[in-house]
């Protein structure tokens, strides 16, 4: 039980481009899920916490502009990375908390954007 | 503003030993939760262990136990029998009650040596 879904799981597009993640819970139905970016041997650094119908709610220093939230179900959450540019390159993971064990993330499997 | 330190950046033992990881962390909470979450080379952020904080028992999973001392805030994780797929990075995490998000430590590159 508890399983999160990610897709792409690696992306590599142009500068200027958009991209779309999508996050699913596939078990369970997820209340609030979550965006982290993860740079190489590093640990994870939150993006942003959103819950099904309301806006996310972004952590300091991560531009609500470029990288847009949706959050319409209670099993889908998307990122989309709007305009990237090659620093933009980087590991993102979702997680989502769901009704059953509200206290625990589960984490989806990741995906790797490279911007050329 | 809570942290979680992992003072141990990389260790290595035999297949077969036991192996404590350690985590510290510092919060004015009286209710929370503490996790251990592992990451193989796939990257996939996998759950090994939680602890209530309420609960004075310290939890455990099979080969994998911690010793939770709430006073000291330490949290730290044994792997009993360790096996050639514990290879990994292992993080701890403190859980914020109020939003559920996690505070995350460094992480500990653990490798297991056949």
């Known amino acids: 039980g508890a399983v999160v879904s990610q897709h792409p799981s690696w992306v590599i597009c142009k500068s200027g481009t958009s991209v779309k993640i999508e996050c699913r819970s596939l078990d369970f139905q997820a209340t609030t899920m979550f965006w982290y970016r993860q740079f190489p041997k590093q640990s994870l650094m939150l993006m942003a916490t959103s819950n099904e119908g309301s806006k996310a709610t972004y952590e300091q220093g991560v531009e609500k502009d470029k990288f847009l939230i949706n959050h319409a179900s209670l099993t889908l959450s998307t990122l989309t990375v709007t305009s990237a540019h090659p620093e933009d390159s980087s590991f993102y993971i979702c997680s989502a908390r769901g009704t059953g064990r509200t206290d625990t993330q589960y984490f989806g499997p990741g995906t790797r954007l490279t911007v050329l | 503003a809570q942290t979680v330190t992992q003072s141990q950046p990389e260790m290595s033992v035999q297949e077969a030993e036991t192996v404590t990881l350690s985590c510290t962390y510092d919060t004015s909470e009286n209710n929370y939760y503490l996790f251990w979450y592992k990451q193989p080379p796939s990257r996939q952020m996998i759950l090994v262990i939680r602890?209530?904080?309420?609960k004075q028992q310290n939890a455990t999973e099979n080969r994998f136990s911690v010793n939770f001392q709430k006073a000291a805030k330490s949290f730290s994780l044994k792997i009993s029998d360790s096996q050639l797929g514990d290879t990994a990075m292992y993080f701890c995490?403190?859980?914020?009650?109020?939003?559920?998000?996690?505070?995350w430590g460094a992480g500990t590159k653990l490798i297991i040596k056949p």
């Open positions: 602890q209530e904080a309420y």
């Open positions: 995490a403190f859980m914020k009650p109020i939003n559920y998000q996690l505070i």
